[in-house]
């Protein structure tokens, strides 16, 4: 027995509309994507600034000032550099700056991460 089935492939209205749609989702998720990315290298660099402060806490238990950057062996992230000032008996600041020419560098309002021996955090709305 023959079969009279035809097979048929899409026409170009079913693949227009399959592509206006893989547009819309590629349009809204891209973004989102990148920005989810750009907030967990932040989050990276918050995680590091709060274990420094914590060694800072340390080293500061057995010496009479807190330790410079050197000292606390200054570890390095990709897409932020740190650094560490205001050293005294009594006081430092961490500061994690995002390097220019990463996608870190255009986090807006969020380029440059302070924490203080006090865990005084700015800016706040990046903590």
Do not use: H
């Amino acid at each position: 027995m023959k079969s009279n089935l035809k097979i048929q492939g899409m026409s170009l209205v079913e693949l227009m509309i399959a592509l206006a749609i893989m547009g819309i989702i590629a349009a809204i998720g891209i973004p989102t994507y990148s920005n989810q990315i750009m907030s967990s290298k932040r989050d990276e660099a918050k995680t590091t600034l709060v274990q420094l402060k914590l060694q800072q806490e340390n080293y500061r238990l057995e010496n009479i000032s807190y330790a410079t950057a050197a000292q606390l062996g200054n570890p390095s992230l990709e897409y932020y550099t740190l650094t560490v000032t205001n050293i005294s008996g009594t006081a430092f600041t961490l500061t994690a700056t995002a390097k220019s020419g990463t996608r870190q560098a255009s986090d807006t309002g969020c380029t440059v991460l302070n924490i203080d021996q006090s865990m005084t955090r700015t800016p706040d709305a990046c903590w």
